[in-house]
């Protein structure tokens, strides 16, 4: 079964680019979603189809997708971005989500 | 506003039957595929199953076909899940989500979860 690689935790200093990466086979072939889980909350949709921010995302979140490896970067990361982000991808009728990945601002 | 909106938390045993809620509004909900997805404690996202409330055609993702039923009431623009007879790994929090328009699309809106605790 298709599935996408995500690392466990992410840091990045206040102010500075985080970048959180999905990974699978070709991921580049596929449209990638990313979701934003603050804890305690429901996921929210902050890029979908690679590189598309819904209403209401800052410009600060941008996505891209190409070869093995799809990448969500957020740049001058706020304490407010302390959260878990999960990539989501299609395999035919089957939805795939990434594992998971917290990102803690220091 | 666009919004789905779930049941509240439910304490239940094991062995017992249930059915949570997901109402939407604010668009046209019979024109949106409407997906269940499971998170357990301190895990990832699974999506459990989706249906199309127009004419309650029905997926089930392999490890969930069999487990529980989603159905749909389109007059009252509510989607449900159901347990027949809970387990105590059915212990999660449970969210559905407004499938976007388009082939492999996202889950753009999402409601704010309901908390299944199961005992046994």
New interface residues.
């Given amino acids: 079964s298709y599935e996408v690689t995500q690392p466990l935790s992410v840091s990045v200093a206040l102010g500075q680019a985080a970048r959180i990466t999905c990974g699978e086979n070709n991921i580049g072939s ?2 990638v ?1 990313w ?1 934003q889980q603050r804890p305690g909350q ?4 902050v890029i ?2 690679n590189n598309n921010r ?1 209403s209401g995302i800052p410009e600060r979140f941008s996505g891209s997708n190409s070869g093995n490896t799809a990448t969500l970067t957020i740049t001058r990361a706020q304490a407010g971005d302390e959260a878990d982000y ?1 990539c ?3 395999d035919s ?3 795939v ?4 990945t917290r990102l803690t601002v220091l | 506003e666009v919004q789905l909106v779930q049941s509240g938390a439910e304490v239940k045993k094991s062995g017992e039957s249930l059915k949570i809620s997901c109402k939407g509004s604010g668009y046209s909900f019979t024109s949106y595929w409407i997906a269940w997805v499971r998170q357990m404690p301190g895990k990832g996202l699974e999506r459990m199953g989706t249906i199309y409330p127009d004419d309650s055609d029905t997926r089930y993702s392999p490890s969930f076909q069999g487990q529980v039923t989603i159905s749909v009431d389109k007059s009252i623009s509510t989607a449900y899940l159901k347990w027949s007879s809970l387990k105590a790994s059915d212990s999660a929090m449970y969210y559905c989500a407004r499938q976007g328009r388009g082939g492999a699309s996202a889950f753009d809106i999402w409601g704010q979860g309901t908390m299944v605790t199961v005992s046994s």
């Fill in positions: 596929k449209d979603h979701y429901a996921p929210v949709l979908y189809r819904p999960f989501q991808v299609w009728s089957t939805v989500f990434g594992g998971g």
